[in-house]
């Protein structure tokens, strides 16, 4: 931790004002023989240490609160990197501040007071030290507050091609991200970006506002499809994050169209909030929204989604495609048409979109092939843009899902263990009914079975797509090392801790780097007894996509489960940006 304004520390001699008050107000008093004084004088006593309690307070409010303008003004901020911690420094001065303000009310001994304010002024200048040190690693990266690292996001989605007056909104903004950085101050920096259905970084260095880009703005171009504007910031914090200037700002230059401002998904701001919370200052995020011709007729293809992640030849899928009116009045669209694989082809009525309307249609198909296909939603209307009329999406069909169950239960084949059950939600055997008329011959899922004793380090984790560890107690170095690679190199894996579970292992569980392999750590396992009460699922914290298909549907009583033993996690020190998928 360090301050913009470090010599303003110094004003933390201001404290000293109303201890010096206060030790000229205190008067010697005038001793005065008085018989009838000896009976008020257990009445003086009980007042004086009241009035001294009083003294305490106040003297410790005034302190603090000179100390508090005084650490505000000096504007205190966090380096990446910082190996001073604002929970060690901040402390630290606000007790100094404390123990000089009690010493002056509690005690009358000059030596002793000289010798507490002594000690708090050193550890003072020990804090103005450290910070001062903590510019100096990072040598000339935060000594002047009045530079700043800007990012200037244009839009560049397929509304920004409109046409106005004979000019682009997108031309527009380019020619406005110009004027800014020439408007920029000599020492700030520039990142410029093109967000769109993908994130174009034109500047992979943050450059000098000072040098020349004129090449840079003449060669920029829309990418194309929707602008997601929490992407978009995210890519400007990370472009930020890589500048070595002290302040910090997001420029978004945009038309306003509300395709990509979504709210349904607080997780994305969520974790757009904790990358700014990352960067020494919180950027402020300024918006510039250009205007849209009075008359706009424009359907566009907003949303192009199956209903599952993983999609098999076992069973259909839902194809949805949301249509949006994002015009200024009501179209009427001839059809909906979807093509898959470039050749099969199917149609569907539309009817009337008021403008800012959306109309959603699902398409139910079922995979016959595994492998690579293509699904194209096309709107068929002629409207002022036509770019957003369609959108493409590329779906991997998988034939079978591997997916290996280590048990840890110790029962073997036994019909009770836990890979018993799982392996039965995971695979349930087919009706006889729909075996016959050949719906469902065979399921997605394709499970292997191992007892935790018969793992070795000659196992093929990357022959599967998702290992389950079933109440495993601990696993093998060689093993350990194996399945850490293959979670780092893309794999699943899936961790149900059970009464056999070791703690220690799985919390020392490290990759060949030292990173921890888990996001969280086990910290004590929670039993309740037979009169105790039980704990339920909460279906509306399941954010998760391994865990949201058990709430998925409209009406779930999953809630009802009763759960009776389970695992309190907590997030691992040495990581940030863990998320919680689900809670009790």
Not at 322 to 350: C, K, R, W, Y
Request: aromatic share 6%; charged share 20%.
């Amino acid at each position: 931790m360090t301050f913009l304004n470090l010599s303003i520390l110094f004003g933390l001699i201001a404290v000293s004002i109303p201890i010096v008050i206060h030790l000229f107000n205190r008067r010697k008093a005038n001793v005065v023989e008085w018989g009838a004084m000896r009976f008020l004088l257990g009445s003086l006593v009980n007042r004086r240490k009241r009035i001294q309690v009083e003294e305490l307070i106040l003297m410790g409010i005034r302190c603090l609160l000179i100390s508090l303008l005084v650490l505000a003004v000096a504007r205190p901020f966090t380096p990446v990197g910082s190996s001073l911690a604002w929970l060690a420094l901040l402390p630290v001065l606000f007790f100094c501040v404390l123990a000089m303000a009690l010493v002056t009310i509690l005690t009358r001994s000059r030596a002793r007071r000289l010798l507490a304010y002594a000690a708090s002024t050193g550890a003072v200048l020990l804090a103005v030290y450290l910070s001062r040190e903590q510019q100096l690693l990072h040598g000339d990266r935060w000594k002047n507050a009045s530079s700043q690292d800007v990012a200037i996001v244009v839009d560049g989605s397929n509304s920004m091609r409109v046409q106005i007056d004979g000019q682009s909104n997108f031309e527009r903004a380019v020619a406005e991200a110009s004027l800014l950085t020439e408007s920029l101050g000599p020492d700030d920096h520039v990142s410029i970006l093109i967000a769109g259905g993908l994130i174009e970084v034109v500047t992979p260095e943050p450059r000098s506002a000072r040098s020349n880009l004129d090449s840079v703005f003449e060669s920029m171009q829309p990418v194309g499809g929707t602008m997601s504007v929490t992407d978009a910031l995210s890519a400007a914090a990370s472009a930020l994050n890589a500048g070595n200037q002290a302040g910090k700002k997001i420029v978004l230059i945009s038309d306003g169209q509300k395709l990509g401002w979504s709210e349904d998904n607080p997780g994305q701001w969520e974790f757009l909030a904790d990358t700014f919370s990352r960067l020494p200052t919180t950027p402020p995020v300024v918006t510039r929204f250009l205007p849209l011709p009075d008359r706009f007729q424009n359907g566009a293809v907003s949303s192009l989604e199956v209903s599952r992640q993983i999609v098999g030849t076992d069973r259909p899928v839902t194809i949805r495609v949301s249509v949006e009116n994002t015009g200024f009045e009501a179209i009427e669209p001839s059809g909906l048409q979807l093509t898959l694989d470039q050749s099969q082809v199917l149609v569907s009525e539309v009817g009337t979109i008021e403008s800012g309307k959306t109309f959603q249609m699902n398409f139910e198909h079922r995979f016959e092939r595994p492998g690579p296909h293509t699904i194209e939603a096309r709107l068929m209307i002629e409207d002022d843009l036509a770019e957003d009329d369609r959108q493409v999406q590329l779906l991997h069909v998988l034939e079978t899902l591997p997916v290996l169950l280590v048990d840890g239960s110790g029962r073997g084949g036994d019909s009770h263990s836990a890979a018993s059950f799982v392996e039965l939600a995971l695979a349930p055997p087919a009706d006889e009914e729909e075996g016959a008329a050949g719906t469902n011959q065979q399921g997605l899922v394709e499970t292997t079975v191992i007892a935790a004793p018969d793992l070795s380090e000659s196992i093929r984790f990357e022959d599967y797509r998702v290992v389950m560890l079933l109440d495993v107690p601990r696993l093998g170095a060689g093993v350990s090392a194996g399945m850490s690679r293959y979670v780092e190199q893309g794999g699943g894996l899936l961790i149900v801790p059970g009464n056999n579970c070791e703690p220690e292992f799985y919390n020392a569980w490290k990759t060949a780097d030292g990173r921890p392999v888990l996001p969280s750590r086990l910290a004590q396992l929670i039993e309740f007894g037979d009169g105790d009460r039980a704990t339920h699922p909460t279906p509306d914290s399941f954010s998760h996509p391994a865990l949201s298909q058990l709430v998925s549907a409209s009406q779930t009583d999953f809630g009802k489960a009763v759960v009776s033993t389970y695992w309190q996690l907590e997030a691992h020190p040495t990581l940030s940006g863990v998320r919680i998928g689900a809670a009790l």
